[in-house]
């Protein structure tokens, strides 16, 4: 687990956030439970993907640069 030590927690907020607004503004219809619950998954699987990613290159660059 010493690998995942120095990720930074703001940016899987920071892309849950921007993936649950963009995925929200393409829902056409209205918003029903299960709609929302597969918007706010769907948008909690995208930052954990993009945040880990962002963490990796970023763990990356911090180790070249050393």
Known sequence: MSF??????????????????LFTMNVFGPMTAGLI???????LVTSL??????NIIRKLFRVARQ
């Open 37 to 43: 619950i597969s918007v706010i998954v769907t948008s």
């Open 4 to 21: 995942f030590k120095g990720f930074k927690k703001v940016d899987y907020i920071v892309f849950f956030l921007l993936s649950f607004v």
């Open 49 to 54: 993907v993009l945040g880990t990613i962002t």
